[in-house]
């Protein structure tokens, strides 16, 4: 009937958009007519069948690095003419917005930190963490090898040279802010892992919210709820450090730079702070989901096992059994 | 059948916006078959059965003060290069809207004067004022709590010291404004309680007006309204006295900063101004709602009772009697 | 059945948005049970229930002048301090937003002109329209005194006097400018009108888009999208003469501040500017919404009927006869 | 049936907004009852039933125009008073909203180079591109002209003269900014193309992510979404050449400005960069939509026929019986 075809149509968007859907919902998707067709007579069709989730995740992160370090490159080099912090805010927001939008097949993590949340608490199987990863990793890589290119001669211009590249710290016409982050200076490295540790708490308790359908839920504002969630994060708690709150992000951007030619400080600045944007959010969304579902989530998650999801980790196949006999 | 079945998804949010959402509505929806198999075998998931209500305003307001809070202090603490006073407007509207996603369990309301404009004029039971208003105080301070934590060097380096911890109008280096609120200098106390007063009205009418399916309505889009409102109200009322508004919002971070050490001057600052965005937004919201309920409300309320609800008030048991009748 | 009750409250926002709703239909919704039911017993309600498109017409207006001359008095007071030019464009657009959402009971015009080209083009009643302008000029003339009371001390401040009070180009600390508008210096009379005209056409233009279900139409998004536009104006057509585009908001609050002892200059400002906000906005929406029905309207419109309506101008009888016979 | 009515109208905006729907798909939706009736007795009716998709797209690039060039004539002739960079992000990302929201009739492209990937990409018919373009150019030169219009007496003042009209590069008062774009002083010809280039790929790229519902899809909220998309391009990839992406808009106005006065150098600037913008977006286009539907689209698209396309191309009857027989 018209009706019901037109219903299911725009139903669809609160649907592909659940970060939290499990593989087989995934698989079961794709494998509509046309596609099985394809996957039987063309070549392509069918390789990419196979990476389609990689693919997903590595177009959605370098859409995301696209806007944000394009934005960054554009104020810095710009000398704040075309555009101010706020702008940044904006771009980063706008980053992970469109990101989202293009990479739903997969689940739009485009973080590691995500992906990793939602294998502890969502059963997202551990199996496709290692390929999200890779995947986000090199799609922010792409992005930021783009940006690069696109902004290569304002960047000669701004540090004085094509051959020279300096990192913030070492130099006042630094550039190397544009790819990833850099903590203010006044930041010890405790300072430096909290703030990082806060931010990826608040970006994964705010994800599980946004997702719960049991809580008022963003439904198909979803990707619009981010963009507000991550201009919050970037004007509230993104000064310090700088919010990567991501290792894709970060790491990505932070090895291109070094491969473009910014030398060693690139993991010498701040006293060696490379690494705490890549631990520091996982230990975040872990504790930002585990707090949402631990107060306020009521449907399937280890915290809503006996003893609060202890016992599964020492006796896992017991309280599986328990697990699923009350669901 | 799927198609109900998803119809009834995207409904989902519509409903549980709702914040006039009696008491009996919000248990029956939390008493599915899952959450009652969990009462039986699981000891924490029983305990928060119980405080589930409180526990939602208590995260929802912990995560309004985290934004809100946590732009003031950017802002303030990087001299404005990291944000301006527009910053703050957005800051401070995420904050409510992002508040609002994380408690729709309870309500959403995260501000003890909507919870009593709700009582007065919405039938939300009286009994929970109190639990309600105490969640929310803590969910405030526990923000404000993290906030301080995350920009402690930060507030070190602006003040001058570790110990040295200022009020607005006793130092230039002030950092006490970044968790409650002081009016501006030219202030008298009747402009000061007039601010308030009016501030709160326009947000309770306002609400009134997004949650009435009679009007247009807002329905899933409320959150994002909101974020609108407590913008506008910043950027259109905000200078003055800072826009509480919030008793929660305002007296919690001030007794965090008291408790830090910030000394006897958070009280005494703007000549004992603290008293009033606790009193003045319970004024503002109960003018607010009747407003909206005298003139544009047709739907139960005790103003659309004989004698305009004057007579419920003298004879409260007669006058329930005839409300009941004509509904 | 469940689904058809729940897609039956989805709908109603879409519909009840619609400015262009005939009385008949506005009447109609209104009188459901309860209300019938109230009109019997209840003496306010009887009243209210004649008033009640004024009323609608009266708060929303009211809203829309709260916003945005607050923030053109928080801006200007605070000597760019709370805010900036962006903030003026935030504070009408939210005016708008937020005053549509208040007022959906009467269709939500909130000005006259956009109340005198649904006369013309969208069949409502002529006989309302001097209701609805009175109910707006008041609203808005009562929006404005609140502003006035709320920031007095502070224009006491800015003015340098509790008796000072100046318009724009006769003072350097003028603060009129807080309630109307006042064109820039270097203006024509003609360029005055012309630069109303245009924003007005536009306006009309886009509203008639927005509610046009034959072309895209935004639906329950119809606020939010109003706020883009008002916001679109303001930075785009809003330098030259401030966008009034409405009488209302224009006179009420300019006839409040002669109230107030601005004196006889708020009239004589801009070479007797103030007629132009009060008649451009009309002969531009009639322009605007002429523009769309005569080139993108497959509805019903006077412009689709013979002769592109002229005939029914010249002979209205026979005209409306054959317009019956089509539809 | 009421119900069934009312879903039919919700849906609508999503069903409308496509882009990428066929000829026959759009004139079928015209033949209403009403609108069948219409053209046998109504001449204008009929006229305009022919030219009803060009109407479309030329109003909706002239909303576009009148936004985009508005807004920076805004910004540059009250020498950032009444804006700044950001408004101009606002401004361009507001025009498209409005002119996507006014051109649904057609599909919204309001740009050549999206005409273009759809013909390619989406079975568009090639017959229709150039009437399509044609409209397009024209509603951009009807914009650009109102804008000048509007801002006559205040390009007037800042040149310094009624007669004097300058080009940047070769003055410090150069206003023909406001009419199209000029590239930063330090590219170079490959860069000034490649960045035209990519900011139209990431165009493409994601309006093809934003229509396809096997991803999550904008639906109704595409306007919304596409509006985040140029602001991010604005604020992103807006700088070094003033991010056209767009033949219409930047030649249509250019061509005015040139009818104007503003003499030879709107076609010398920048080393007769004005090629640049008219032909790169093609390109752009092309390849952000091949990428997209060469690893991410599963729908039908050359891209997933035999040999990924390149057969369709070499033998194009053979491939397109082909192709027929997998849908």
Known sequence: MATKHTVNEIMKPAT???????ATQTVSSLADVSEETYRKGLFWSRIRHTLR??????????????????????????????????????????????????????????????????CVFRKFPWRKFPVYMLAQVLGAMSGAAIVYGNYKSAIDTYEGGSH?????????????????????????????????????????????????DKNIGAGPLTPLALFFL????????????GYAINL??????????????????????????FWVPMVAPFFGTTFGGWLYDMFLYVDESPVNTPWVGVKRIILPQQSTAIHRSVV
């Open 248 to 273: 894709a992000r970060d790491f990505g951007p932070r090895l291109v730079s070094y491969m473009i030619g910014y030398g060693h400080n690139v993991w010498a600045a701040g006293n060696y702070y």
């Open 16 to 22: 592909s958009t659940d970060s939290t859907v499990t």
């Open 164 to 212: 020279i590249r300096t990192v913030p710290g070492y130099s006042s016409t630094a550039t190397a802010g544009i790819f990833c982050t850099y903590p203010a200076a006044f930041m010890t490295k405790t300072g430096q892992f909290f703030s990082e540790f806060v931010a990826s708490s608040i970006l994964m308790f705010m994800i599980f919210a946004l997702k719960d």
């Open 53 to 118: 989730e990689p693919l997903s995740e590595f177009f959605g992160t370098m859409i995301l690095i696209l806007f944000g370090d394009g934005v960054v490159a554009q104020v810095t080099l710009s000398q704040d003419q075309k555009g101010d912090y706020q702008s940044i805010s904006w771009g980063w927001g706008i980053g992970v917005m469109l990101g989202v939008y293009a990479s739903g097949i997969s689940g739009a993590h485009i973080n590691p930190a995500v992906t990793f949340a939602n």
């Open 230 to 241: 991550i201009f919050g994060i970037g004007a509230c708690f993104g000064w310090e450090t």
